[in-house]
């Protein structure tokens, strides 16, 4: 097969990106959303959901390292923890570094998802045979309802707002994850692009306020999405990010995204998000050098 | 004329980025490159130079917001400032904020450039009759060479290595810069992105540390180019970003990007960059919550 290119049309519909492929190495239509995997010619395999990009191998690590350490680092102790989506695997690869954590319930409702990530994405699925890990192939709306268990974070890594996930941008979601989490729990979501959906991620946070005492957005940027630039939704009965976070406890790892400088750092969203946002977002202490 | 599509091809080849245009506002090939400006649907006007997007009126606010305010606040009575390249007038407009510099040199190589900011890029070259700025259609290698001037900060806003801003990414060059320099003088550069460009940055990097007592990397994150994060070089006789950094110099500013927390927050470069760059780079203080 010669080269041929992989396109997604960025919201609104006025950017392209194009991706060069060597190889279409699966395409499957589920019950949920059309799953392809393509081999690119500069950035590994990549992963698309419905011909969005969920991943490519080459940049992954950047949201995976980011969704994952930020809300596990705030905690102390996490022990439990439950991903909500995230079927290529590599939320749950990170979250299983964490030498604290005792288990992790992961609730994937494309089963498709999972079997191509396994079959093909070893980089990220690595970890699924891990016996901390149980893959519960499940709508998260229904899990968290059901849940008897209490979790210190769950990670909502869910792909965008249309199609399987969009139930998970909603407060009666939200309201049993809250029920769902311990007195100290933290929730971490997929919160899109500052550019292209400010009014998703006004939705989000305005939910988030009503429910959790805490409500943030952080940052986080990479190769693959459009607008280079995107969010994480940090929601939080207790902890705050900051002056619950122990810099000493990233001592002795070895990251290749995340640092303790960034645990800071990506809660510096641009200053006219911080206006747009001013009515959800709860304040975070001001930085600056460490006495 | 129907929409047509403005394409430009990242580092390598591998992606194609398309942006819709609507008009093809102006067009001419100087001495030095081939200078474009389109009308975009959804990015507001385009400058492109040699096919390679410089900035959109949608995002250049981040560009020049993060070029300008980092080095500007760090040093604590800028005066006088001198800008090498900068075409299209964003970073002078910036840097004409702040009420201590009292004067600015801002030297563009190709006349062209300027003549079309001018004509179709009000938004970035509103500043160009400014009675501090002086504009000079000069070689900013010569210009530096010759200066008599001693300026407190330089930014070096030039485009990629590759056209007429290549003898800017050069050992000579930065030993002149320094030279016209105050004592505690700060240069800034556009330095490329740490996807597609390391070992551009690495040289740049390790030019500024043989010449300058302090070199650090920042990143910043627009729309427009590929790899969404790129970086600026940071090289200082004295100062610090974040020890000779005053946040009080900050409030009662109106900022689209920049604030007290970025000026830390955008220091914080992944991991991998760390290590990638760590004989270069001169240690930062830790950062943390304020006491």
């Not at 550019?195 to 005492?213: A, V």
């Not at 630039?229 to 995340?258: I, N, V």
Request: aromatic fraction near 14%.
């Amino acid at each position: 097969m010669s080269n041929e290119w992989f396109e997604e049309i960025a919201p609104g519909g006025d950017l392209i990106m194009k991706w060069k492929t060597s190889k279409h190495l699966f395409s499957k239509k589920s019950p949920f959303q059309q799953v392809d995997i393509y081999e690119t010619t500069g950035y590994g395999k990549l992963l698309a959901h419905d011909h969005v990009v969920m991943a490519t191998e080459k940049d992954e690590f950047i949201y995976h390292d980011m969704i994952t350490h930020v809300p596990l680092f705030t905690h102390p102790n996490p022990k439990n923890v439950l991903i909500i989506g995230g079927g290529d695997g590599g939320t749950a690869r990170e979250v299983l570094r964490h030498k604290s954590v005792q288990h992790v319930d992961m609730v994937e409702i494309d089963p498709v998802v999972l079997d191509a990530a396994r079959e093909w994405l070893p980089q990220t699925s690595c970890e699924f045979n891990n016996p901390k890990l149980k893959l519960h192939v499940a709508d998260g709306v229904d899990f968290v309802k059901k849940a008897t268990m209490k979790y210190d974070v769950c990670i909502v890594d869910s792909s965008d707002p249309i199609g399987p996930a969009t139930p998970l941008f909603n407060i009666d979601f939200y309201r049993d994850v809250f029920n769902c989490l311990t007195d100290d729990g933290i929730v971490v979501s997929q919160c899109e692009s500052p550019y292209y959906h400010n009014e998703m991620q006004k939705t989000m946070l305005g939910i988030l306020s009503q429910l959790f005492p805490k409500t943030h957005l952080y940052g986080y940027t990479n190769l693959s999405y459009p607008g280079g630039y995107w969010g994480f939704s940090f929601a939080s009965k207790k902890l705050c990010p900051f002056a619950d976070f122990d810099a000493k406890r990233t001592e002795g790892w070895d990251f290749q995204y995340y640092h303790a400088g960034l645990q800071f750092g990506a809660f510096q969203i641009p200053s006219f998000l911080k206006k747009l946002y001013a009515e959800y977002l709860t304040p975070l202490p001001q930085i600056g050098v460490k006495k």
